[in-house]
């Protein structure tokens, strides 16, 4: 079975990394939720991407924060897509974590995302445009929703011409 896999770095990284489950339920997307840490526990890490691919995952989404090297470490394991989702975990508001993402040496890609809730959400329609690329159902549901979303906008627009008309 494919799925994506979503590794978080620790369990304070999980009420927003939820966004992210919540939309492939919402698109019916198979996925994978786990804690490991990069730098608390390495060899769970490297022998989970060994076990995930072996049972079907596609792509791999890595939330972390501070140093936030868990992106980087399943980079080195897999040349399955790794997409990166910066944790605001420190005093810098996740900017350290951003950095740490998305500064990978050149061979080593790591796809980076917003910091945080807007990150999660975006990591699942990024790997769900990966996954779409083979999967005609998956592409027709991210186009419906893209139309959705545009339409709304122009439902808002019309909404806010008319409270100022008013």
């Known amino acids: 079975m494919k799925f994506v896999s979503i590794v978080?770095?620790?369990k304070s990284d999980y009420e927003v990394m939820k966004s992210c489950s919540d939309t492939f339920e919402a698109f019916g997307v198979n996925y994978e939720m786990i804690i490991s840490s990069a730098h608390r526990s390495p060899e769970r890490t490297a022998n989970y991407?060994?076990?995930a691919e072996k049972k079907g995952a596609q792509v791999f989404i890595a939330a972390a924060g501070m140093a936030a090297h868990l992106a980087g470490v399943?980079?080195?394991?897999?040349?399955k897509p790794i997409i990166g989702v910066p944790m605001s975990a420190s005093a810098l508001s996740g900017i350290d974590a951003l950095l740490s993402t998305v500064q990978m040496p050149a061979g080593m890609p790591?796809?980076?995302?917003a910091i945080g809730k807007a990150g999660a959400i975006n990591s699942a329609y990024l790997a769900m445009q990966i996954l779409a690329l083979d999967n005609e159902e998956l592409?027709?549901?991210?186009?419906?929703?893209?139309?959705?979303?545009a339409k709304k906008v122009e439902i808002d627009s019309l909404e806010i011409e008319t409270i100022i008309k008013a």
């Open 139 to 149: 592409a027709v549901k991210l186009q419906e929703d893209r139309i959705s979303k």
């Open 110 to 113: 790591v796809a980076t995302v």
């Open 49 to 51: 991407i060994i076990e």
């Open 8 to 10: 978080m770095g620790s």
């Open 74 to 79: 399943l980079s080195s394991k897999t040349v």
